[in-house]
């Protein structure tokens, strides 16, 4: 009998693994598989950073050529899904590059500022203040909040928040640290809470005229 | 606990990622400072929200040039 007993679920192998090694021995319809599983996420992710349509349906396809492509330089000692953004995030960074030419475009760009890292409006919020907008109406309202984001704050709350990397994979990912994206994350949500606060916030109750002068006289003297 | 001291820790408690011993300072500081309190929960329903909804949506007959696209691409890559 064996002395050492393997952690709980260190052996078991995520089922990318297994279609990965059949992709890799020529199997294309095991990529496919890969494709259709991932492919809204990196979608998004590549819309969220080139904030273009065009650009994104560029990025997708470019990273899924490209991670086919590559697929023989895969470790397996990160997740498939975490190298697939990896490429992703450089394709979209290289979209926004050429877009802008001879500009700067980095992880970097616009983190310097302090702005809504201090929470200044402390309403609270409905329940359920989303029931107050339609689909459409909110999506804008997420769209635009999101888009106001320094780029730096907004890929680091999208891969963290949004799609469910741990911060530890966000750090790997962007090529940053882990107090760097711990730090970018915590701006992020507060500045995205600090906007949303204006849309789903409870007023708060002024006071009516009526109540000021409870006699309702002597107002028009 | 104060609010500054509260605010370091905010991703950690939405997080729960927090030591149990200083859990104790936090329900106790929330107890008393409802702005705190507000912004955790608008905090976390702001995630919440970004997680639920779909914003920028992909209708199908797009996803599926794409898809197919890519499966062309890499069929001819080989």
């Known amino acids: ?221 | 606990m104060t609010c500054t001291e509260f605010l370091k820790i905010l991703d950690d408690v939405i997080d729960e990622s927090i030591a149990v011993e200083t859990r104790t300072e936090i329900e106790l500081h929330l107890r008393k400072c409802g702005h705190c309190e507000v912004v955790l929960n608008t905090t976390r329903k702001t995630i919440e929200i970004f997680r639920r909804h779909e914003i920028y949506e992909v209708p199908t007959e797009v996803s599926e040039r794409l898809h197919s696209a890519i499966m062309e691409k890499c069929k001819k890559a080989k």
Request: no cysteine.
């Open chain 1, 1 to 221: 009998m064996s002395t050492i007993q393997p952690v709980a679920g260190q052996d078991e192998q995520h089922p990318d693994v297994a279609l990965v090694e059949r992709v890799r021995a020529g199997d294309v319809a095991a990529y496919d598989t890969l494709v259709r599983k991932y492919e809204r996420q990196i979608f998004r992710i590549a819309q969220h950073i080139t904030q273009n349509r065009e650009d994104a349906e560029d990025v997708m396809q470019d990273a899924f050529l490209k991670a086919y492509e590559k697929l023989d330089q895969f470790q397996g000692n990160s997740k498939f899904y975490t190298w697939l953004v990896r490429i992703a995030v450089n394709e979209s960074l290289m979209r926004l590059r050429k877009r802008r030419t001879g500009k700067l475009v980095s992880m970097d760009e616009d983190v310097q500022t302090d702005e809504g890292s201090v929470p200044r409006d402390f309403a609270d919020w409905a329940p359920n203040p989303e029931q107050n907008y339609t689909q459409a109406e909110l999506a804008e309202i997420l769209r635009k909040t999101i888009q106001g984001l320094p780029q730096g704050f907004r890929v680091v709350f999208v891969l963290r928040d949004v799609e469910g990397l741990s911060t530890e994979e966000t750090a790997e990912t962007l090529g940053l640290s882990v107090p760097a994206v711990k730090s970018r994350l915590l701006r992020a949500r507060l500045q995205l809470r600090e906007r949303l606060t204006r849309y789903f916030g409870r007023k708060t109750p002024t006071i009516a005229p009526a109540a000021a002068a409870p006699n309702g006289d002597g107002a028009e003297a």
